[in-house]
């Protein structure tokens, strides 16, 4: 008798002593051992292959429908692993069939998974790079819907929408996925589904309207954020202590603040019992990458310029006081500060900012301290941290037109009762090694409204230095040459 014609259950019980290599081997003799030993090479496959090598796994690799529903239907866990190493078996976090699928753009698959029941909440991991890089450094686990919007098409997208899908990864809405991605087209459909909820937050309480800051493209973040206002996502909700405006801004994503503003954002917003502006907020230079080519950023400077106007006309005050440290500085020291932009000075001055009140300190000190705190940055003197290469004129330059501006306007450069002041920074500068420029800056365009004549006779009296006094005796000069009808007071007296 030869092997092929032994009874079924005695063919059956010796491949229960097989391996996969040679059930596969019998399976290939005829139409009978193929029909005993396919299903055993199946079941065997399921029981013993690791994740990545299984036959489900196989399956949803190659696009093939029939081998995935045989293996179901021999014992195949339709949710199961396809982990790519053991180690996040044992974790319990891995890759299902219908997260693999989806990836894989199988759109026949993925219908007859989610038709029998794939979960729609499994986590996946390492199965694609969102979850390492860019926006996602937390290292969110994905649910299938995330490979759906952000690594298939539209049409995998609808099946998933056709069960209900919502979540993208555990309290995170699809939505935020197809915001980040810039996916205009997949926004659009998200948020005409009957499910779509806009007022849903997530695990740090942040809405739609918050994901915006994450999106590159300054004209497609615009949209974005009309076509969510349009579908009533709130636009003042605080989320993890910020707005979707104050991240915009302070991310300075200006276009899409603007829009915000322009749909009737709230400039203002509740932190910490603290009634916190935006607008002091537009003025970090550090978010204007210099690398970028000049059309960019000369974009976003006037973009910034329109959105300050648009701040202080929708009620932002100029004057109010932010406290920082042993410094409570108004919008215009933070413009003068941190904005290198003189336009923006212009704007906050023509709305009334206060050039003497601009900044104020805890001690009592007495000095207007506009100039002070700007020079002590130029310096690197405290609250400042030195530059290794030291002060610099290089370093000044993007500020000289600012500083012309608020001089122009009565900034002072002295001080009261032998405090430390603008000038008295300058003088202390102006040394063989650094230069005497930023002195040379101050004598050069001060006037009678921004330093007495006494103040600047009582430095040169204590001042060895012969450049300094050389600088010095020119502005005494010409403070007395000015004469007793000179307008002595600031500009906001």
């Not at 045989?70 to 996040?88: M, P, V």
């Not at 003068?336 to 906050?348: A, F, K, P, S, T």
């Amino acid at each position: 008798m030869s092997f092929a014609s032994l009874p079924t259950e005695l063919l059956e019980e010796v491949g229960k002593y097989c391996d996969g290599q040679q059930l596969a081997s019998f399976a290939q003799v005829n139409r009978k051992l193929y029909a005993i030993f396919n299903p055993l090479l199946y079941r065997y496959s399921i029981a013993n292959d690791s994740p990545s090598k299984e036959c489900v796994r196989w399956a949803v690799e190659y696009g093939s429908l029939n081998t995935l529903k045989h293996a179901i239907s021999q014992g195949a866990d339709i949710n199961g692993s396809c982990a790519i190493t053991e180690r996040y078996v044992l974790s319990g976090i891995s890759s299902t069939p219908l997260h693999i699928a989806t990836a894989n753009g199988f759109h026949e698959i993925v219908q007859w998974l989610l038709d029998n029941g794939a979960s729609l909440h499994e986590p996946s991991v390492k199965l694609c790079k969102c979850d390492v890089v860019g926006t996602y450094k937390s290292g969110l686990l994905w649910y299938p819907l995330h490979f759906a919007i952000y690594h298939s098409d539209e049409a995998m997208l609808r099946l998933f929408l056709q069960k209900g899908a919502y979540f993208s990864a555990h309290r995170i809405p699809g939505l935020r996925c197809a915001i980040e991605s810039e996916r205009l087209d997949i926004i659009d459909l998200l948020i005409q589904q009957p499910s779509f909820d806009p007022h849903y937050q997530d695990l740090y309480e942040q809405n739609a309207l918050h994901y915006v800051s994450n999106v590159q493209n300054p004209s497609a973040a615009y949209q974005i954020v009309h076509r969510l206002v349009d579908h009533g996502v709130p636009m003042n909700v605080i989320g993890q202590g910020v707005t979707p405006l104050s991240m915009l801004v302070t991310g300075a994503k200006y276009k899409p603040a603007i829009a915000l503003v322009e749909r009737g954002a709230d400039p203002y917003f509740d932190d910490h019992n603290e009634r916190r502006c935006t607008l002091s907020w537009c003025f970090n230079d550090r978010c204007i990458d210099p690398s970028e080519p000049e059309s960019v950023t000369k974009e976003l400077r006037e973009d910034r310029r329109k959105l300050v106007t648009l701040l202080i006309a929708k009620g932002a005050d100029v004057n109010r006081v932010a406290i920082t440290g042993d410094e409570h500085p108004t919008p215009l020291c933070w413009a003068l500060e941190g904005g290198q932009d003189v336009e923006c000075i212009r704007i906050l001055l023509d709305a009334g900012a206060s050039i003497r009140n601009a900044v104020t300190y805890t001690d009592g000190s007495k000095t207007e301290g506009l100039l002070r705190v700007l020079f002590r940055k130029v310096g690197g003197l405290p609250p400042w941290i030195p530059r290794v290469e030291g002060p610099s004129e290089a370093f000044f330059e993007p500020y000289k037109d600012s500083v012309r501006l608020v001089l122009e306007n009565g900034a002072r450069i002295d001080s009261v009762d032998d405090e430390v002041s603008a000038l008295g920074i300058c003088c202390q500068m102006a040394t063989p090694k650094i230069g005497t420029w930023a002195l040379e800056f101050l004598v050069d365009n001060s006037t009678r409204r921004n330093v007495t004549l006494e103040f600047v006779e009582a430095i040169l009296e204590d001042t060895e230095d012969e450049a300094v006094r050389t600088l010095l005796g020119r502005l005494r000069d010409k403070l007395a040459g000015d004469g007793e009808d000179d307008e002595a007071e600031t500009a906001d007296e």
